[in-house]
């Protein structure tokens, strides 16, 4: 039997091209797949807060001025100091964190780790220098990860 010579094929991109716009097509979806935990509850956060009529992003609030913010409790402080206790909660919306601090209260019912928050008051600075409202008014709802 003779040898066979090798056959050269002619490869041209005219066969991948059809495919690129189902390939290009799933890049969002393999970055949401590959980002990690915080990346995705920070975004579902943000999305939940910008459900929320009249709310600002907790990262675009202006010191000294009057904010709706809406977030996730996170962390609760309680001081219960005799005659002058405060609750402190910190609320995340994905965007950034403000401290709510109500003065003068040893106990507030509802305010729990996870719970929806939203708040509205003034904005100032913590001791720390984190963003603050002193005794806002405040609804709780049910937060993205609770209903």
Known sequence: MPARAPVEQEHSGAAILPYLPLVAGTGGFFQRLTRSPDEAR?????????????????????????????????NIRIDPRQGSGSIEATI?????????????????????????????????????????????????????EHG
């Open 42 to 74: 920070a975004e579902m956060l943000r999305e939940w807060s910008r459900s929320i009529p009249g709310a600002a992003p907790i990262a675009e609030v202006e010191m000294r001025k009057r904010h709706k913010v809406a977030g996730v409790i996170q």
């Open 92 to 144: 995340i919306d994905g965007s950034g964190e403000i401290v709510a601090k109500w003065l003068g209260r040893p106990t507030m019912s509802g305010i729990r780790l996870g719970i929806g928050l939203v708040m509205e008051g003034i904005v100032g600075t913590g001791h720390g220098g984190e963003k603050m409202i002193l005794n806002p008014d405040y609804q709780l709802v049910p937060g993205p």
